[in-house]
């Protein structure tokens, strides 16, 4: 559905051009889906419950980690091997462009992985089931792009080999940003997503040239904060997450605030 491809790409980047009205642990996840359902257009938002229904919820904050719980399913082990690479995207050649046959081979990563469910998702000819499917992707994976380390440029596995000391233990920086933070604010999803929500609206980044893709600047953007976000030495201490919890905050609501507006284009057509 090229179409659909273009005329959302167009409206994705007009987002970010004027002032807005957030992969993470289940906690970051469930913020982003909650904080984008809070901004569903009516018809989007009948339509969000009306896939949902058999899973007997209206929330988009159940389904939010779906993607990373399939892993664990052995019935759904195919679909996780399919879909593992579309959780990020890494900038092999160190910088922070996109170039798609450079760092999205055969388009195993999340920019692609996201502009493909999106047009499952907006596809009123596909079966209910496959929408449903793709609509908890989308979900996901915008929630995954917009964690500055499902786009980093370093080779560290995102952060999976950058060992740290965090409270006292031993992990990873990619651990520590997916929920090790989050978690030091001390609020279950729904209240921190009151938190978030009751900051007002969020301003979006300016857009990137060339403009002609909004999946990837996003991308670029978290590559670009992922670049600074690395400690000095190995010990995750107060300090750095006074500094850096302000960030990842800020990433979750610009995801929510882009997933409402892609969840409004593909389901309002």
């Known amino acids: 559905m090229p179409s ?19 992969a993470w642990g289940a906690l970051g996840h469930s913020i982003v889906a909650d904080l984008a359902q809070r901004h569903l257009s009516p018809t989007a938002e009948a339509e969000v419950e009306r896939l949902l229904a058999p899973e007997h919820t209206k929330s988009l904050a159940d389904i939010a980690s779906w993607a990373d719980e399939i892993r664990n399913d052995p019935a759904q082990n195919a679909l996780w091997k399919q879909t593992r690479a579309l959780h990020y995207v890494d900038f092999t050649a160190g910088d922070c462009s996109y170039t798609p046959p450079r760092d ?11 502009d493909h469910y999106v047009q499952v998702l907006g596809d009123k000819t596909q079966p209910d089931a496959k929408r449903l499917e793709a ?3 989308v979900v996901h994976f915008i929630g995954d792009e917009h964690q500055p380390l499902h786009g980093g440029s370093r080779d560290d596995k995102g952060g999976n080999a950058y060992q740290v000391q965090f409270n006292d233990k031993g992990t990873n920086l990619h651990s520590v940003w997916d929920s090790g933070m989050l978690k030091t604010h001390g609020l279950e999803w729904k209240p921190y997503a009151d938190e978030l929500e009751a900051r007002g609206p969020v301003t979006l980044p300016a ?4 403009f002609d893709n909004a999946y990837a600047q996003w991308a670029e953007e978290s590559c670009v904060v992922s670049r600074d976000i690395y400690p000095n030495g190995h010990n995750i201490d107060q300090a750095y997450v006074d500094k850096e919890l302000p960030v990842a905050e800020l990433r979750l609501r610009e995801a929510g605030r882009r997933l409402a507006e892609v969840l409004n284009l593909a389901l309002s057509r």
């Open 4 to 22: 659909l491809r273009r005329s959302m790409t167009v409206a994705l980047l007009g987002l970010a051009l004027t002032p807005a009205v957030q």
């Open 104 to 114: 999205c081979k055969d388009g195993q990563c999340v920019v692609a992985g996201i």
């Open 135 to 137: 609509l908890k992707f």
């Open 207 to 210: 857009p990137i040239p060339p």
